[in-house]
């Protein structure tokens, strides 16, 4: 069975602050590695994408993956009120398997 | 360019009642995933398919579960009969050329409810 997880949270930051991200994933094989992000009431929508080792940087967000470790993660930093909402980390691996998600509330 | 659509947006039926839950494809796009959300179990892939071709059903429940693509565009999830236990909202999502490094668009959700 492909799991894929995530702490559950909820996490809470200060406006300003850096948020992280967790994920774990259990298949060797996967290549491709997403965050999403949900609003309450809302269909997810993606944030960013990253296949390869290391960092990749999109504005206030950094996705970070390790492979070896089958470990990967999202940093926002000066975090927003806006920014609260559920994020899911996605993984393919012959499929597009979710974690539960985490939800974060970045309070003013 | 329009995104997923899906339909109904939202249905409030009874218990042993055929509901039928409709997608379209983003145009271009040939994979197409069908999820189901809740709180308890977060979101389940159901099914999906590759041009029009069911590659993984192992998530659907059960057999009151059948997902259909009878053209490259459109695609049905029927529940027959539904069960309260099947509150929930069901996603479609689409993807283009295969799955690996594609990302998956979703659909706005039909939020069903079985009393």
């Known amino acids: 069975q492909k799991e894929v997880e995530q702490n559950s949270g909820p996490l809470s930051v200060p406006e300003g602050a850096i948020a992280s991200l967790n994920c774990t994933y259990s298949?060797?094989?996967?290549?491709?590695f997403f965050w999403y992000r949900q609003y309450s009431g809302k269909s997810p929508e993606l944030i960013m994408s990253i296949y390869s080792n290391g960092d990749k940087e999109d504005g206030r967000f950094t996705a970070q993956l390790n492979k070896a470790s089958q470990y990967v993660s999202l940093l926002i930093r000066d975090s927003q009120p806006s920014d609260s909402a559920t994020y899911l980390c996605?993984?393919?691996?012959?499929?597009?398997?979710f974690g539960a998600g985490t939800r974060l509330t970045v309070k003013p | 360019d329009a995104g997923v659509i899906q339909s109904p947006r939202h249905e409030v039926t009874e218990m042993g009642q055929e509901v039928t839950l409709r997608c379209k494809l983003i145009?271009?796009?040939?994979?197409l995933f069908w999820y189901r959300q809740t709180m308890m179990r977060g979101l389940e892939l159901l099914i999906y398919?590759?041009?029009?071709?069911?590659?993984?059903d192992s998530g659907m429940p059960e057999d009151r579960f059948s997902a259909k693509m009878p053209n490259a565009s459109f695609s049905t999830l029927k529940i027959q009969p539904s069960e309260p236990r099947d509150s929930a909202v069901y996603f479609c999502a689409s993807s283009q050329t295969g799955l690996s490094g594609n990302t998956i668009y979703f659909g706005e959700g039909s939020w069903l409810t079985v009393v």
């Open positions: 398919f590759n041009n029009n071709v069911p590659i993984d």
């Open positions: 145009s271009g796009h040939n994979s």
């Open positions: 298949d060797r094989g996967s290549q491709s």
């Open positions: 996605a993984v393919d691996s012959n499929d597009m398997r």
